[in-house]
């Protein structure tokens, strides 16, 4: 009798016992859920985890979110694909690398963070009066800029620059950043001068990080 009682009541436990689940047996569905609410470079970080976090992270409707309202835009503007074509994790993960166009003289990106959609402009594809005087003005090649060309005025006396670009941004409010620099450039360029990079064009949310980077 008690033996038959021991073997009922081992029988019973191991029936009850807790199953271990382990990372592969969530449901792909459930792992792209929870990831839709991380930013991607996050995402990208659990996608290393196994096949399943992998897998779940190129669901598009994950980056739906992502990707800037003008994402069409931005695609049919300046990748070799449509969107048809490529899943929207790998849209985002080009848009994220600087695209050049106009001859060099421009550069688009979107934050790999936010999303947000950043446009950087060179001296020469800015309208700036006395820029063919050269007796004030000179394009000077530099490692320093990305462009790696700056416009240099020699006697600061005023300066008046415009800029009028094609370009569709998404709807919101947006920061103008200009970089310059006062002073000598090299050890060739004895007296001080101005020197003008660039200016970029990104959400004012991000302003303040770029500011540094501009």
């Not at 600087?98 to 020469?124: H, Y």
């Amino acid at each position: 009798m008690g033996t038959t009682s021991s073997t009922l009541s081992n029988s019973i436990n191991s029936t009850h016992r807790p199953m271990k689940l382990k990372l592969d047996d969530i449901p792909e569905s459930c792992v792209a859920m929870v990831l839709s609410y991380l930013d991607p470079p996050e995402i990208c970080q659990l996608a290393r985890l196994n096949r399943a976090f992998r897998a779940a992270s190129s669901s598009d409707f994950i980056w739906d979110d992502k990707l800037p309202s003008n994402y069409k835009y931005l695609v049919d503007r300046f990748l070799d694909v449509g969107c048809a074509d490529i899943v929207k994790k790998d849209i985002y993960a080009r848009l994220c690398k600087p695209i050049w166009f106009d001859g060099g003289t421009k550069q688009v990106w979107v934050d790999k963070r936010s999303g947000g959609v950043c446009l950087s402009i060179s001296a020469k594809a800015l309208s700036i009066t006395g820029i063919d005087d050269r007796r004030y003005w000179n394009h000077i090649p530099t490692e320093e800029s990305r462009f790696h060309t700056i416009a240099y005025l020699q006697q600061i006396w005023w300066l008046e620059v415009d800029g009028d670009i094609d370009f569709q941004f998404p709807t919101g409010t947006y920061s103008l950043l200009f970089r310059l620099q006062l002073g000598k450039i090299d050890c060739t360029h004895t007296k001080g001068g101005l020197c003008v990079d660039s200016v970029l064009i990104c959400p004012s949310s991000l302003g303040k990080k770029l500011r540094s980077t501009v």
